[in-house]
Structures are given as C-alpha cells and as structure tokens.
C-alpha cells in the first residue's frame, strides 16, 4: 500500500503565491511518476501537471507560465508551485502517484491518490 500526503493548501490572495507538497510513503518498487490534479465543480479530476523521476514534465496549456511542478527523488516528494493565483484556481487539489509495486513474485504497475487538499482564492 502506498499513502500520500498532501499539504500546503489554504486561503491565498489573488495574485499570491502558494505551493503544495505530497510525500508519498509506504511499499513500492518504484514511483514512476507523480502529478497534481483538480477537483473540478461536476466533480471531474483534471491533470494540472505530471513529473516523473527523470524531470519530465507535462502540462495542459491551461497552466504553462502560472504552475510549476517539481519532484525530490529522495524525498519521494513532489511540489506543485502556484504563482499569480485566480479566483478560478480555487479547487481540491489531489496528488497522484503511479508506482510500480511487488505483488507475489511480480512486479506490477498502481497508481494511488491523496486526499486532497483545498485552495481558496480570495481577497
């Protein structure tokens, strides 16, 4: 089983700044990538950003230039750097990781979720 936890959420003024962390924890082979997604109203979770261990990243045209995601390999950590926020970027945001994992004699591939951590913009 694979925990992650999330943190840095909160209330930020429009235009501030904010970053999120999620450190993933427990019995894995190997993280193979690691993103943030956000909870949209309908309840669809949308990619904002992915990263894996080697520094690729991956990220939809809506969040190039304002979010920057990043990852510590030996912190099994990944960072999601909110700059110049908007209203519209208030949203739960969910940390995801895609792991390769023992299962008996195999090694298969998983991906867990956080539970989320919330962002509020607001003046």
């Known amino acids: 089983q694979v925990q992650l936890a999330e943190s840095g959420g909160g209330l930020v003024q429009p235009g501030g700044s904010l970053r999120l962390s999620c450190v993933a924890s427990?019995?894995?082979?190997?993280?193979?990538?690691m993103g943030w997604y956000r909870q949209a109203p309908d309840g669809r979770r949308d990619l904002v950003a992915t990263i894996s261990p080697s520094g690729s990243t991956n990220y939809p045209d809506t969040w190039k230039g304002r979010f920057t995601i990043s990852m510590d390999n030996a912190k099994n950590t990944v960072y999601l750097q909110m700059n110049s926020v908007k209203p519209e970027d208030t949203a739960v945001y969910y940390c995801r990781a895609f792991v390769t994992r023992s299962s008996g004699a195999y090694l298969v591939p998983d991906d867990y979720w956080g539970m989320g951590t919330r962002v509020t913009v607001s003046s």
């Open positions: 427990g019995n894995f082979f190997s993280i193979d990538k």
